[in-house]
């Protein structure tokens, strides 16, 4: 599908980009970095890159837990999810995704928020 979020943000390597741009952000925040401290950086990496691929409707396929399983006993709150959030912005503004095309990303990202906070 050529006209997918996929393809206009630029496929996968801008998500190769995003995310690596969004570790760093994460490696130096003192607010989200603690829920990471016993995370294997690699494996994150990985699951974090095939799961943001099919939220922009790419030719990816998630093979880790579901959001809710991944995060559950995690007890995020708000603010850490905002932070978070913020942090992947960020991210997105440091590789050149358009602030329209950050909002439709938003969008999607905003109905996984009841499969993370507070479980
Ligand atoms: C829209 C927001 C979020 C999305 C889409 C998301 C997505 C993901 C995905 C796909 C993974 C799994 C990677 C894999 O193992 O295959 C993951 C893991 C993780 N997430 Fe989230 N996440 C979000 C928000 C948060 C927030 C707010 C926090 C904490 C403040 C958080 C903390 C973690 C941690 C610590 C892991 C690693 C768990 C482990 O070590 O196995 N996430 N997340």
Known sequence: NEDSLYERIGGLPTIEKLVDAF????????????????????????????????????????KGDSMVDIHTGMDINEADFNRTVELLVDAMEKVGISYRQQNEILARLASLRKDIIHL
């Open 23 to 62: 570790i760093k952000n994460i490696a130096r925040d003192e607010q989200v970095l603690p829920y990471f401290r016993k995370s294997d950086v690699t494996h994150f990496r990985n699951g974090f890159i095939a799961h943001f691929c099919t939220v922009v409707d790419g030719p990816c396929e998630y």
